[in-house]
Nanobody, 113 residues
């Protein structure tokens, strides 16, 4: 059974940084496009960033210039570096391999003073 496990969420002040990590078991993430999604309270889930097998990245307009998605193939993980965090970034963040409909359990990110 494929598992995607997110970690790195937490409470941070506005302007702060967090790094999310998504670790996979039983599949090699390097062979799939992977993405980070988020679901703010009371809102729909939305794509934050994705990374293709060749390293091509895509970002939501709201996070461009602040978030960076990357891979660590040696650790079979996908990372999301989040800088200059804003209160509106508060959400549950999910890792996904969309083509296989694999999803992690989510990790809470709260940006508040």
């Amino acid at each position: 059974q494929v598992q995607l496990v997110e970690s790195g969420g937490g409470l941070v002040q506005p302007g702060g940084s967090l790094r999310l990590s998504c670790a996979a078991s039983t599949i090699s993430l390097r062979f799939y496009t992977a993405g980070w999604y988020r679901q703010p309270p009371g809102k729909e889930r939305e794509l934050v960033a994705s990374i293709g097998t060749g390293g091509t990245t895509n970002y939501a307009d709201s996070v461009k210039g602040r978030f960076t998605i990357s891979r660590d193939n040696a650790k079979n993980t996908v990372l999301l570096q989040m800088n200059s965090l804003k209160p509106e970034d508060t959400a549950v963040y999910y890792c996904s391999v969309p083509v296989r409909n694999y999803w992690g359990q989510g990790t809470q990110v709260t940006v508040s003073s």
